[in-house]
């Protein structure tokens, strides 16, 4: 609808990180904060909040609300992806909810979901939706068809969903 609803500007000098994804090694878990500390090879610890755990990790018989020390433990091997770029003396802000962004779809492993923009219209929506169950996504994976997917077809989306598995298979 014409209006600005989100600027980010980065700067050449700076490195953003953000969207990145690295094999990360907890290095310290807070109870008290119900957090993990994870060094990702950046110099600084980033910020692993119970919240942003998949449940996949979650060892059996452990739900959802922790305690964290249940679940993370140090010198453990994760996959994070860093959800916000370090700011002054803080970390990075990190996820275990992997998300790969492609020119239509937004590929979520280890998820189930499958969603559609809220920007388009209900019946480019349904239309959506139709062309997502001709497609085969892989068992554990979820998708989100992105606004850019307006008048993708089967073909279109299949190509993308394709590009995003061989990229998490490589990753």
Do not use: C, H
């Not at 993990?36 to 610890?45: E, I, K």
């Not at 239509?104 to 809220?118: A, C, H, N, Y």
């Not at 997502?132 to 606004?147: C, H, M, N, S």
């Amino acid at each position: 609808d014409r209006n600005l609803e989100n600027l980010v500007i980065e700067a050449a000098s700076e490195v953003a990180n953000r969207g990145n994804i690295f094999k990360g090694v907890i290095k310290r878990v807070e109870p008290a904060l119900q957090a993990a500390f994870v060094d990702y090879g950046s110099g600084r610890d980033g910020f692993l909040p119970l919240d942003e755990i998949q449940p996949a990790l979650f060892p059996k018989g452990v739900d959802k609300r922790g305690p964290i020390q249940k679940i993370l433990k140090n010198r453990q091997s994760v996959l994070v992806q860093v959800a916000k770029d370090e700011v002054g003396t803080k970390g990075a802000a990190l996820t275990t909810y992997i998300s790969l962004a492609g020119r239509f779809l937004v590929l979520m492993p280890e998820s189930d979901r499958t969603g559609i923009s809220r920007k388009l219209s209900d019946e480019e929506r349904r239309r959506l939706k139709a062309v997502l169950k001709e497609v085969a996504l892989p068992k554990g994976f979820g998708v989100i068809a992105r606004t850019a997917a307006k008048s993708v077809t089967k073909a279109d989306a299949l190509k993308d969903l394709n590009y995003l598995t061989r990229l998490w298979q490589g990753i």
